[in-house]
């Protein structure tokens, strides 16, 4: 039989480089599986539907919440945005590493449904990172980049909530981290149970 795979939760404040990150970590490490979350914000210049997010209008969302489709969802900024439990699900299932990249608070209310979700917050060096790097994408109003610089301090709060915090200097140094990170959970006794029975009982 598979093994199940690790959920790993990834939050950090807007401007702290998450994505590069987990781009990297994607690319290096090939079990684990990005979930794609679904939001009623629209799609930013270069981001694909069903790659970055699944695109969906309020009305749409509403109703995939009516069905129970959500392993959690919020509001955040303006818009909803929600993970979808089935694809999660079957992926863990199948073996697969997963990886949600979500708001602080969703990811609360993840760890309370799968108490052994790895938490890992993605935290900037320096805290003017933050708003360079919201201007530097040039995607958000100068508006939005006050409230996003705003969330971010609060998001940076909820840190200590986490198990890990990888701070972005390098994204590939990141990736490295989040891969070691994975690499000592798959080590932990706690998740290699049925490995020691396994071998206390003479089975393969
Ligand atoms: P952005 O609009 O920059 O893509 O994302 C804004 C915020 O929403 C980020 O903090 C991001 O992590 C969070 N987010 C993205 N998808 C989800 C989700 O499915 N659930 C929750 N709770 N937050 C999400």
Known sequence: MQKKGLLI???????AGKGTVLAHTIAKYSNLKYSVSVTTRAPRAGE???VNYFFKSVKEFEEMIARCEFL?????YD????????????????????VLEIDTEGALDVK?????????????????????????????SEE????????ALKEIRQAVFYDYIV??????????????????????VKNNKKFIDNLINGGK
Not at 72 to 76: A, L, N, S
Not at 175 to 184: K, L, P, R
């Open 9 to 15: 939760v990834v939050s950090g404040p807007s401007g």
């Open 112 to 140: 309370n449904i799968y108490p052994d979700a790895v938490m890992i917050f993605i935290s900037p060096a320096k805290r003017s990172t933050i708003e360079e790097r919201l201007r530097g994408r040039s995607t958000e």
């Open 79 to 98: 818009n909803y945005y929600g993970t979808p439990l089935v694809n999660v699900q079957k992926q863990l299932d199948d073996g697969y590493d997963v």
């Open 72 to 76: 959690e969802y919020k509001r955040v």
């Open 167 to 188: 701070v972005n200097e390098d994204s590939q140094k990141g990736a490295m981290d989040i891969i070691a990170i994975i690499e000592a959970e798959k080590c932990k």
């Open 144 to 151: 939005q980049i006050q409230t996003r610089t705003q969330s």
């Open 48 to 50: 694909v539907d069903g």
